[in-house]
């Protein structure tokens, strides 16, 4: 990898898990009819729909974590809460038609594993009677090893669920001990193991490159753990350093994280181990067996990216339920109330707790199309008629640099991103990105794209 090119793209750049990032939404506080109109429009196109679940409660704060969570020890919280996302989501069940098909179940956090199993029952039994479920579904939660019974196991499992996402970050005690997480090895291995006997057939671990004092030698370590523990996927996330957003990131000092070339190297080597070991590249920061959907989803060219990352499939409605999340419409973005005081005040007041949204126009469409294609297959293409397009034009001179250093290859129609420019596709997608080059606003938004 040129160190040359590593310095020069080494800038703040988003992750493409939406278009247009959030920071570009134009929409205050959404008018929930308006917003329940394009969910039920959404529904009636693709009666197969996606739920998304934030539960943002941890026992403990991981000092490196850029989610939106709520530390606390006390679970008498986890009633009140469910009661809420309840509420929220007989909303949005009154706004569908006819009954729709739950295609898609994520449960994210925080830590969903912080609640009791009968508390995650009781929420989802709920909001299963009142769905179709579909023959294989496609439901997972992520599971903090720690607070992960095999009573949880059981009880997501009866319920459909068959994929876990395990948080790893680092096998390394010590290097987890520094980003104040609290989990051993063997926590991880009894839970990737209870999963399986339970029948889990998918499990996927949660890695992190450019921790604090993270250096190749832990991440050969942790390949020779995953070579023995074979998870069907990884995801291998650079660490998003954002410590304006997040102030629990000055826990550490800036001089212990590896930036630039050094970072690099870090997925470098874990890249080369994984796919020795048989693991294929998806994306920007996946890793799958060629047996799990990940990887038959890339070769259909059905893969997708949404708010949680890389999927196998897309629903054209994603419903977000929960402290900050996000729903998707395909054309149109809203984002729940992101304090659980404020989410629970607005649902105990009987309206739909929405804080910013964006309804896109047409030229974003365009450009959302535009920008998952690269990060989804690597390469995008148009027709004539859309070359007259500004936006579009104006992309194509903004990579012209790109492709003198050889990260993509510009033909008529098309745009393919190289071997060497693969390390740079946030960097690439930015040249689509119209919104992030008509305004800036002050202060840092993203964090680096190296
Ligand atoms: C929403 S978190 C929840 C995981 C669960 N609470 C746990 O700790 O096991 C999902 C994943 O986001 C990733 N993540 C969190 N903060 C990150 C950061 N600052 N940079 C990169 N990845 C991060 C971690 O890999 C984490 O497992």
Redesign the pocket.
């Known amino acids: 990898m040129s160190p040359v090119l590593l310095s020069k793209y080494d800038v703040a750049a988003p992750r493409y898990t939406s278009y247009p990032t959030v920071p570009y939404w134009t929409a205050e506080q959404p008018d929930a009819e308006v917003w329940l109109a394009r969910v039920a429009r959404a529904c009636e196109v693709d009666r197969e729909i996606s739920l998304y679940i934030h539960l943002p409660f941890?026992e403990s704060l991981?000092t490196?974590?850029?989610?939106n969570k709520h530390i606390t020890k006390n679970h008498a919280v986890e009633m009140p809460y469910i009661e809420a996302v309840l509420k929220e989501w007989k909303m949005y069940r009154a706004a569908l038609p006819g009954t729709p098909i739950l295609r898609e179940l994520h449960l994210?956090?925080?830590?969903p594993t912080f609640f009791y199993p009968d508390h995650l029952r009781r929420l989802l039994e709920n909001i299963l009677e009142d769905v179709k479920i579909p023959l294989g579904p496609q439901y997972s939660f992520?599971?903090?090893p720690n607070s992960t019974s095999k009573a949880h196991l059981q009880t997501l499992y009866d319920l459909n669920f068959r994929r876990v996402s395990i948080?790893v970050?680092d096998f390394d005690d010590e290097l987890m001990r520094l980003v104040n997480r609290h989990q051993s090895v063997e926590e991880v291995i009894r839970c990737t193991e209870e999963a399986r006997s339970i029948g889990y057939h998918s499990v996927n671990y949660?890695l992190?490159f450019g921790l604090p004092r993270q250096t190749p030698a832990h991440i050969l370590r942790d390949a020779g753990y995953l070579e023995t523990l074979r998870p069907d996927r990884i995801?291998f996330?650079?660490?998003?350093h954002v410590p304006w957003l997040k102030r629990s990131q000055t826990a550490y000092s800036e001089e212990d994280l590896p930036a630039g070339a050094a970072k690099r190297l870090l997925y470098e080597t874990g890249r080369e181990r994984f796919e020795a070991m048989g693991y294929r590249e998806i994306g920007m920061d996946h890793f799958a067996l060629p047996t799990d959907a990940l990887s038959i989803a890339l070769d259909h060219g059905s893969l997708h990216r949404n708010f949680m990352g890389y999927t196998s499939m897309r629903t054209r409605l994603m419903i977000g339920l929960g402290a900050s999340a996000i729903g998707d419409t395909w054309d149109a973005f809203a984002q729940n109330e992101k304090t659980i005081a404020g989410y629970q005040l607005a649902l105990d007041a009987g309206r739909l707790p929405l804080f910013r949204g964006h309804f896109l126009s047409t030229q974003d469409m365009r450009l959302r199309r535009h920008i998952l294609r690269l990060m989804t297959t690597y390469h995008t293409d148009w027709f004539w008629p859309e070359e007259q397009d500004d936006s579009l034009a104006a992309a194509l001179e903004r990579l012209e640099p790109l492709a003198d250093d050889g990260l993509v290859e510009i033909a008529p129609f098309r745009v393919r991103v190289t071997e060497t420019g693969r390390p740079f596709l946030r960097n690439i997608c930015m040249a689509f990105d119209a919104q992030f080059w008509a305004r800036q606003p002050e202060g840092r938004l993203f964090s680096q794209a190296v």
């Open positions: 941890c991981c490196y974590c850029g989610c994210g956090g925080g830590t992520e599971a903090h948080g970050q949660d992190i995801a996330y650079s660490y998003a």
